[in-house]
């Protein structure tokens, strides 16, 4: 997976509502909905198959901003730059959300081994198992030099009804 955070890129995102994840992401996109396809034992809980999840630009922002926190800091954190939580800052996007939740993850230098990661934590697989959940997106900061050098963050959401 190439990197996230472009600049660019995140000013073009911040226009749309929700988009079509560029290829790289369809690729996670089709791994996260095959775990759901497939359901999963998360710690002592059995997950039944999860419908699949879309894609959101308003999540990928969130996201991103996560992802380029936690690389500044150079550790993994729900506690965003100014102490916000994921609910706040996927509000500050603009998305209405009637639930969301958050993975975060560092020092793995792929999707598919962060995923792998996610699925081996109970917490991040019920996460990401959530049937509750419609939408997704997920970041990846880099940052040579420091710890982990590769800072992920998931968020994951449904609308408000």
């Known amino acids: 997976m190439t ?6 890129a995140c000013a073009a995102l ?3 509502a929700a ?3 560029a290829r790289e992401d369809g690729e996670l996109l089709a791994r996260i909905n095959a775990y ?3 359901g999963a034992r998360c710690g002592s809980e059995t997950m039944a198959a999860a419908p699949p999840l879309a894609w959101h630009a308003a999540l990928e922002r969130a996201a991103v901003l996560q992802a380029q926190h936690m690389a500044r800091i150079d550790g993994v954190t729900h506690s965003g730059a100014d102490g916000s939580n994921v609910s706040q800052r996927v509000s ?4 209405e959300w009637g639930r969301v939740g958050e993975n975060v993850a560092a020092g793995r ?3 598919a081994a962060t ?3 996610w699925m081996a934590s109970p917490g991040h697989c019920r996460n990401l198992m959530g049937a509750q959940f419609e939408l997704v997106a997920v970041a990846r ?3 040579p030099g420091t710890t982990y050098k590769h800072y992920w963050v998931m968020v994951l959401a449904a609308p408000l009804r």
């Open 115 to 117: 995923l792998t990661q």
């Open 141 to 143: 900061q880099e940052r």
């Open 14 to 16: 911040a226009l749309a």
């Open 36 to 38: 759901r396809a497939a």
């Open 92 to 95: 500050a996007q603009g998305y």
């Open 19 to 21: 988009a079509a994840p």
């Open 3 to 8: 990197k996230r955070l472009r600049a660019a």
């Open 109 to 111: 230098d792929s999707a």
